[in-house]
């Protein structure tokens, strides 16, 4: 992938402000709104079964997140899903938790039954865990390393096909056909509760303009990459740090961008 | 309406510190809550419909926010609307997502024929979708103009005997015999989630301290359009403005919000 | 208790990192989830009752917030409890809004029967309240001073064999055998919400490092007076408090803390 590529993906989203359908957990939703805000795209939290369906059909893409899951929020996820699927639209999921409990494994194996996801972003313990999940075997979790888990996340993107994000120190994207690392971030970005949760939102507006899943998710983890790597040089803690990335997700410049971005493809 | 009414009324919330009761959406009820502290209000945040009755009795004001709404959370915002139109407790609404399901719709319907509200504050759109919701027309949102908005807004005013404000580049209070047009505020505030709702629930602390509820809700707006103008000065994006907007509406000055407050009243 | 051994609790959670489950209220999740990652600490917040006895399984403490309680999240709140009873782990109360209403009290009084609990943090009119709900009469909440409140204190810690602590301008933190106050903190703590359930959720991760439960919650109490005393000195309101607040969880040095704490210990 291109830089200018990827910056002409985040113009697009600021330009076009995709209205991003999200049924999330409670403790992100005020911080996903937000860096939807900043990021220029139109955030909307619908949870209701009796409505889930309208949003859908006027949003531009859904993100599924089941950080706080209970029974009538999963069968509005399971709504909203078979929805989006009828309308083709992008949808994200954010297993949050996953391998936490085996309620979790449930639902996200009801949930990974029921639609067509266009992109999966996780961290590495979630990324294995939900192949182990639909891999019926305890096997794939037995190792809990970086290696496996792009394994994992290369199985999952065969499976489900669609692009599987893995975040870490190093952030993933990884299709059936190809792979690229992205070499931004910090390390205070996991001192913040919900920045994975904000991730997987930026990613859903991404997809909402971008049609070509690798390339909306690659565009997305990059902006976030990026934006976080220079609100940490200029913030004290995780405080200052929730202000300079909400700003900077705002008023980033080309230039800072393009001069700031590292990453690194492979062909398999 | 005079300056130093407006300030007069400020203070007073600050003095007397109203209890408000918010029956609010997820994305809001932090935020909210921190502006209405910031303000010198009292909020609380109860939603259960075993105790709703309970603290509308003890509130000075209700404010009833559909941002998220449910089933359930919909049956207590009826149990709360009952009980404070019985004891004759200053209500506000905010109709957030008017017209984007058909689901929401029918609610407002039913919680506008449940209530007897004091004010309702939202933005264009929602004013247009309220109207023609209660107009059992479509007409009236043919075109999504301001001025249409107004219209819809003063048709609002006499059909629920209340205040409205419509919140835009131009906030606008108006009830059956008077306009008022507020002209601070800065553009930032519409990349931060939840800052209509935040209104709203500002508007509910000033309706606790002052019965005229056309002066209550001009007082809020223009408390929140000074301070939200004042912190836009000296922020870098929706991150920091967030911040200084809490600061500033805890520390603005007489000085400053006289100096900075524009506004012009019509009578019709 | 010495000012280092509370020094050395404060490290234990940053390098041991527990995980805390948080069974909490909407208005706080974010915040608290923050504090305790600032902290050092893992948070994790699930609800739902198919999953609430996996999530306490595998975390070092249960936290129990009541302030937006509903019917479903008290059911999970009991099972949660029962398993935590069961694995003698480590259990907090927050009793939010105790004595607001009748339902609030009832809540209250079906959890402290079902859990064992090792701590309950509250402000004195909440302590009033639930040992009046304990002691079946309203004698005690009859005067609501401090003086009052300390003794209610002392009487709920004889009777539910627990540490309790008393938010206040001065914190105190009480069982059947000795007291301590805490001289830190700052007015500005009030104007922000969810300041007391962050520290409750905090003195749950010091409950699950550190056995002693008095001297856990003290070293918690002591830990946000102190960050939150250094905060308020750089901050020009409630916005830039909560920023710095959170900066100073995390960077607070030794130094800072030990030259800062100011508390005093009596043996009954």
């Not at 619908?46 to 899951?69: D, F, Q, R, Y």
């Not at 692009?163 to 690229?180: L, Q």
């Not at 910090?186 to 919900?194: D, F, G, R, Y």
Request: glycine share 6%; aromatic share 8%.
């Amino acid at each position: 992938m291109e830089k200018l590529n990827i910056w002409r993906n985040i113009e697009n989203v600021k330009q076009s402000s995709p209205l991003v359908h999200n049924i999330t957990n409670y403790v992100a939703m005020n911080n996903t709104a937000n860096a939807l805000l900043a990021s220029g795209a139109s955030p909307v939290m619908a949870h209701a079964e009796e409505e889930v369906e309208g949003m859908v059909t006027i949003s531009g893409a859904l993100v599924i997140n089941i950080g706080t899951l209970s029974r009538h929020w999963v069968a509005a996820m399971k709504k909203a899903l078979i929805k989006a699927r009828l309308l083709n639209k992008p949808v994200i999921l954010d297993p949050v938790g996953a391998g936490a409990t085996s309620y979790r494994n449930r639902m996200l194996a009801e949930l990974l039954e029921t639609g067509k996801f266009s992109a999966i972003r996780a961290n590495a313990s979630e990324i294995l865990s939900l192949a182990s999940v639909s891999h019926q075997t305890k096997g794939v979790d037995s190792t809990n390393t970086a290696e496996e888990a792009l394994k994992a996340a290369q199985y999952l993107s065969q499976k489900y096909e669609c692009t599987i994000s893995v975040s870490g120190p190093e952030d993933y994207i990884i299709n059936k056909e190809k792979k690229a690392k992205i070499l931004n971030g910090h390390p205070i970005m996991s001192k913040v509760t919900a920045m994975g949760c904000t991730a997987t939102a930026i990613a859903g507006a991404f997809l909402a303009v971008e049609p070509d899943t690798f390339q909306a998710v690659f565009s997305a983890m990059a902006f976030m990459g990026v934006a976080g790597e220079l609100a940490a040089k200029i913030s004290k803690g995780p405080g200052s740090f929730q202000v300079n990335f909400l700003d900077k997700l705002y008023n980033i410049s080309k230039d800072e961008f393009l001069t700031t971005i590292k990453f690194s493809n492979y062909e398999y």
